[in-house]
């Protein structure tokens, strides 16, 4: 199992960096993966064209931009940088923005990385340390941060599944299936374990070709604003979530799912 901060070096964090829009700001996370080894120059420029082509879903929590692209030969391993903007940037996202930190992620498959994303996403949803992140000083600071634990399950509950009709199954969507939906299976899954119902539904993350075409086999997609205009008119509900880190906002879109 990867751990965060393995495939987190301090030369992959820079804090007070300086950027004049977007793009420059994905750039800033793309150097570091570059300086690395982790990826490639042509990795950077894959990164900013997924926002050009899928909009600015990237920006899964409040101020916070998760930039990444396919994996393909551009990657030379996982791995992960993290930039802390010295004056926030807009990234065009109606809800999240102004951004203040990017992380870039280079992924050399679809799965290996899972484990540091849901430890990425835990610690954002922990206000705490999400406020801790904003005020760090420097890398060593970032990574002492990211290396806690947060054992909360927020306490919540549902009525059983049993009184529902279901596939079993909910589909977490972003442009490539390897990222920010990684960032929302986790919220999501961290719902059902509360709510009791995890023996009951499997959350997959995906991305907007395989979700058109496993629709027949989902109870609903939970997904960005921009991603769920891309799917356009499907059979199943989709349920738009803001803040892919948020358990009340996932919360609230099960309970709309399955009338609960």
């Given at each position: 199992m990867i751990d965060l901060t393995d495939i987190l070096p301090l030369g992959a964090i820079r804090v007070e960096a300086s950027a004049?829009?977007?793009?420059?700001?994905?750039?800033?996370?793309?150097?570091?993966?570059?300086?690395?080894?982790?990826?490639?120059?042509?990795?950077?420029?894959?990164?900013?064209?997924?926002?050009?082509?899928?909009?600015?879903?990237?920006?899964?929590?409040?101020?916070?931009?998760?930039?990444?692209?396919?994996?393909?030969?551009?990657?030379?391993?996982?791995?992960?940088?993290?930039?802390?903007?010295?004056?926030?940037?807009?990234?065009?996202?109606?809800?999240?923005?102004?951004?203040?930190?990017?992380?870039?992620?280079?992924?050399?498959?679809?799965?290996?990385?899972?484990?540091?994303?849901?430890?990425?996403?835990?610690?954002?949803?922990?206000?705490?340390?999400r406020t801790a992140l904003e005020t760090a000083h420097t890398a060593q600071d970032v990574v002492s941060i990211l290396s806690g634990r947060n054992d909360s399950d927020g306490g919540r509950q549902a009525a059983s599944p049993a009184t529902t009709t279901s596939r079993n199954l909910l589909l977490t969507v972003c442009g490539n299936g390897v990222g920010t939906s990684l960032f929302l299976k986790n919220t999501t899954e961290q719902v059902l374990d509360a709510w009791g119902w995890t023996p009951y539904l499997g959350v997959e993350a995906t991305d907007t070709i395989s979700a058109k075409g496993r629709c027949s086999e989902a109870d609903a997609i939970l997904t960005s604003g921009a991603i769920a205009q891309t799917l356009g008119e499907l059979p199943i509900p989709v349920e738009v979530v803001d803040d892919f880190t948020s358990i009340s906002e996932v919360d609230a879109a099960l309970r709309r799912i399955f009338d609960v």
């Open positions: 004049s829009d977007w793009p420059a700001a994905i750039r800033a996370a793309g150097e570091l993966l570059v300086a690395t080894g982790t990826a490639t120059p042509e990795y950077t420029e894959a990164m900013i064209d997924n926002v050009r082509q899928n909009g600015p879903y990237i920006v899964v929590a409040p101020g916070f931009a998760l930039a990444h692209a396919r994996p393909d030969g551009s990657v030379r391993h996982t791995g992960m940088s993290w930039v802390h903007l010295d004056e926030p940037v807009a990234f065009g996202h109606q809800t999240n923005d102004p951004v203040t930190m990017v992380a870039g992620l280079a992924a050399s498959d679809a799965s290996d990385h899972q484990d540091v994303l849901a430890a990425l996403a835990t610690v954002l949803a922990d206000p705490s340390r």
